[in-house]
């Protein structure tokens, strides 16, 4: 609206005037999360209000004030959030280092001093580097859920997983195609990307020529049936059970990317999909 803001702005949620927040950064922020009145940032800038901030930072949620909560990463960090009561801030990214310690992929920090902790999940699902990531991270409150994308080298991943707070993995998906949000609702974790193989857990199989599933539902808990993966990267580990939710999305043409949806969210009444998508089941839904 004029007013100049360097890459973090507040906004005022009813007319959507500029607020006095003044948190400013050099360079992309990727992804911001709230919590007990700090927002946390993550992206590649590395100065914030001329200090110091290695892709993480953290601001006073009400006047933007940079804290000197500054823990570091050695890549981009693409995913954050805080899960209440965990005192902890979980991040995933493409990043191999926390603090200079090794965290491929994702790890966790204290919320208060930005020391790297313990994340158990990141020994099993491995996705850094150039070529993968972890897109996103959504929590229930007690679960953390991650996607990735993997093309080539550098990652073992491209579905989802459900870990507890300390970050032991409760189930993962081994299913074939980059995966790029999820949200939790009503006891069902929802997904978007562009699966093109879930016969790791004994679903869908690839076709020739390749057909692609760029919404699913899956049971937020692993499967009531014992169910596992069958085959890939993660063959025995628990997994969750696919629900009949399958949304048939055309594929857009803004970015180039042959894809549909790009983020999930939603509440106790519906699911709200975003994307490049001109189409849903068949019917214009731009």
């Not at 409760?170 to 016969?199: E, K």
């Not at 049971?219 to 009531?224: K, N, R, V």
């Not at 999305?249 to 994307?275: M, R």
Request: net charge negative.
């Amino acid at each position: 609206s004029g007013v100049t803001r360097n890459r973090v702005a507040a906004l005022d949620p009813t007319t959507g005037a500029v607020l006095p927040f003044s948190a400013s950064l050099n360079a992309r922020v990727r992804t911001l999360t709230e919590s007990n009145g700090v927002l946390y940032a993550g992206g590649i800038f590395s100065t914030s209000s001329g200090q110091p901030r290695t892709r993480l930072a953290a601001f006073s949620a009400s006047t933007g004030a940079l804290l000197n909560w500054s823990p570091t990463a050695d890549a981009e960090v693409m995913s954050i959030i805080a899960p209440a009561g965990s005192g902890k801030v979980v991040v995933g990214g493409r990043f191999t280092l926390l603090n200079g310690l090794d965290n491929y992929g994702m790890g966790a920090l204290d919320a208060v001093t930005g020391a790297t902790l313990a994340w158990p999940a990141n020994a099993v699902v491995r996705n850094a580097g150039d070529n993968a990531g972890i897109n996103s991270l959504s929590t229930d409150g007690t679960r953390v859920f991650g996607t990735g994308y993997t093309y080539g080298s550098g990652g073992n991943f491209e579905n989802t997983f459900s870990a507890d707070t300390s970050g032991n993995l409760n189930w993962v998906v081994g299913c074939r195609g980059d995966t790029y949000s999820s949200a939790p609702l009503n006891g069902a974790l929802y997904i978007v990307g562009h699966a093109h193989d879930c016969s790791q857990i004994g679903t869908f199989q690839q076709t020739n020529p390749w057909t692609y599933q760029r919404a699913i539902a899956l049971t937020a808990d692993p499967g009531a049936h014992g169910e596992t993966n069958l085959s890939g990267n993660f063959t025995g580990r628990p997994a969750p059970e696919m629900l009949h939710w399958l949304p048939t999305l055309d594929v857009g043409t803004f970015t180039g990317q042959s894809q549909a949806a790009w983020s999930v969210a939603g509440n106790g009444q519906y699911v709200s999909l975003g994307g490049e998508f001109p189409r849903v089941n068949w019917v214009p839904q731009q």
